[in-house]
């Protein structure tokens, strides 16, 4: 059996590395009686800055990928085309029985729509998650990719009733647990021998952490700037450190914004995944708009809160340590300072987010 995985964007590396990982431990297991699985990687090259693919590919020892599509940025029908048509190729001439995607990235979307018009089985890994906002342009790969795929990897119970409400046969459904939180089971080991603390002078759990990328959150100077109020009122009362996204860059350029930040936010380059979990753990707090962060928050029991209007991921809010604030940033504002107050929310981690996802997914697959 053939299975190539796609990677394209950030959120996708730590997802895949899980599953390599188990494919690699199955074939080592069981090839003697099974036939292996052969398992190839395509990257999309969606993100193709440095610090935002190569040093993913190294702390998460992930394998040089099979195939470089190299496609670049671009608007979101020029990516996912230049996908499409680059991908189809890989997929004529490699003929896998299976494309495996992860997530929600246009690369997610393109790479399944080319394997589905090819008559390729299409798994999906972190399935049915929704927020019902479709101005996202995750909302829309997701619900799309759904629609298509023939196995479905759910996280969480939200994802279930989803899929289900939205007339996916139950067959296809399969509640495995969470890829990503298998890679910070895996790799939270690694985070003792780091030096990013030191090299940033920050103290455990003494400092807030900061991620915004989000289209709705950063392309609006209005927004922007009332995001960067609350951030310079936060930075009065602890230290702040806030790796910036290239989208998010480039508009605190062009709206002027730099020269107005608190001296006390560190804003730095992106960061690596084994240099940023250790930032994540040791946090006193979070403010993010990042989906992944929300989850990864959730798992390590560190405080989040979510500057956005809508999660796909309401777990996070419903059992977890993550706070939904919207674009309320005066309640956020509030609900920040409390927390540095002490005033914590408590919360537990989510049913089957215990490290074994990848190995459930290879298990099912192999049928
Ligand atoms: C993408 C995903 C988003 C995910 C995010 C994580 C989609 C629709 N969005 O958003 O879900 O949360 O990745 O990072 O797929 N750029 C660089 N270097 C890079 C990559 C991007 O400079 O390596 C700049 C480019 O100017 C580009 C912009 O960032 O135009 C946005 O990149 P793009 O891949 O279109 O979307 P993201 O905002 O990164």
Same mark, same amino acid.
């Given at each position: 059996?053939?299975?190539?995985?796609?990677? #394209?964007?950030?959120?996708?590396?730590?997802?895949?590395?899980?599953?390599h990982?188990?494919?690699?431990k199955?074939?080592s297991?069981?090839?003697?009686?099974?036939?292996?699985?052969t398992h190839?990687?395509?990257? $999309?090259?969606?993100?193709?800055?440095?610090?935002?693919?190569?040093?993913?590919?190294?702390?998460?020892?992930l394998?040089k990928?099979?195939f470089?599509l190299?496609?670049?940025?671009?608007?979101?029908?020029? =990516?996912?085309?230049?996908?499409?048509?680059?991908?189809?190729?890989?997929?004529?001439?490699?003929?896998p029985?299976?494309?495996?995607?992860?997530g929600?990235?246009?690369? $997610?979307?393109?790479?399944?729509?080319?394997?589905?018009?090819?008559?390729?089985k299409?798994?999906?890994?972190?399935?049915g998650?929704r927020?019902?906002?479709?101005?996202?342009?995750?909302?829309v790969?997701?619900?799309?990719?759904?629609?298509?795929?023939?196995?479905?990897?759910?996280?969480? =119970?939200?994802?279930?009733?989803?899929?289900?409400? /939205? &007339?996916?046969d139950?067959?296809?459904?399969?509640?495995?647990?969470?890829v990503?939180?298998?890679?910070?089971k895996?790799?939270?080991?690694k985070?003792?021998?780091?030096k990013?603390l030191? /090299?940033?002078?920050?103290?455990?759990?003494?400092?807030?952490?900061?991620?915004?990328?989000?289209?709705?959150?950063?392309?609006d100077?209005? =927004?922007?700037?009332?995001?960067?109020?609350?951030?310079?009122?936060?930075?009065?009362?602890?230290?702040?450190?806030f790796?910036?996204?290239?989208?998010?860059?480039?508009?605190?350029?062009?709206?002027?914004?730099l020269?107005?930040?608190?001296?006390?936010?560190?804003?730095?380059e992106?960061?690596?995944?084994?240099?940023?979990?250790?930032?994540?753990?040791?946090?006193?707090?979070?403010?993010?708009?990042? &989906?992944?962060?929300?989850e990864?928050?959730?798992?390590?029991?560190?405080?989040?809160?979510t500057?956005?209007?809508?999660?796909?991921?309401?777990?996070?809010?419903?059992?977890?340590?993550?706070?939904?604030?919207?674009?309320?940033?005066?309640?956020?504002?509030?609900?920040?300072l409390?927390?540095?107050? #002490?005033?914590?929310?408590?919360?537990?981690?989510p049913?089957?987010?215990? &490290?074994?996802?990848?190995?459930?997914?290879?298990?099912?697959?192999?049928?």
């Amino acid at each position: 059996m053939k299975i190539i995985s796609v990677v #394209g964007a950030r959120p996708n590396f730590m997802k895949i590395a899980p599953i390599h990982r188990a494919i690699k431990k199955y074939n080592s297991r069981f090839s003697i009686v099974h036939s292996p699985l052969t398992h190839l990687i395509c990257h $999309t090259g969606q993100h193709y800055d440095e610090k935002m693919s190569k040093v993913f590919f190294e702390d998460l020892e992930l394998p040089k990928p099979d195939f470089y599509l190299g496609v670049g940025s671009g608007s979101h029908a020029e =990516q996912t085309a230049k996908v499409m048509i680059e991908f189809e190729k890989v997929l004529l001439q490699e003929k896998p029985d299976y494309v495996l995607v992860v997530g929600d990235v246009n690369s $997610t979307i393109a790479c399944s729509l080319t394997a589905k018009k090819l008559h390729i089985k299409v798994i999906h890994v972190e399935a049915g998650l929704r927020s019902f906002d479709m101005d996202m342009p995750e909302e829309v790969n997701r619900v799309l990719t759904d629609r298509i795929s023939d196995l479905l990897f759910v996280t969480e =119970q939200s994802g279930i009733d989803n899929l289900k409400h /939205e &007339g996916v046969d139950d067959d296809k459904i399969n509640f495995v647990g969470n890829v990503m939180i298998d890679s910070v089971k895996y790799y939270l080991p690694k985070t003792e021998s780091t030096k990013i603390l030191e /090299e940033y002078k920050l103290e455990k759990k003494n400092y807030v952490l900061v991620t915004l990328h989000r289209p709705s959150n950063v392309d609006d100077e209005t =927004q922007l700037k009332k995001l960067f109020k609350l951030l310079n009122r936060i930075a009065e009362e602890r230290k702040v450190i806030f790796p910036i996204h290239p989208r998010t860059r480039k508009n605190l350029e062009k709206f002027n914004l730099l020269g107005t930040i608190n001296s006390n936010i560190i804003l730095t380059e992106p960061i690596g995944y084994i240099d940023f979990l250790t930032l994540t753990k040791n946090a006193e707090l979070i403010l993010t708009d990042s &989906g992944g962060i929300q989850e990864e928050s959730t798992y390590l029991g560190v405080q989040c809160i979510t500057l956005r209007t809508s999660t796909e991921r309401p777990v996070t809010v419903d059992v977890g340590t993550n706070q939904l604030l919207g674009n309320d940033l005066e309640l956020a504002e509030k609900t920040a300072l409390d927390v540095l107050d #002490g005033k914590i929310k408590l919360g537990k981690i989510p049913e089957l987010w215990d &490290g074994n996802a990848a190995a459930r997914i290879v298990k099912r697959i192999k049928g």
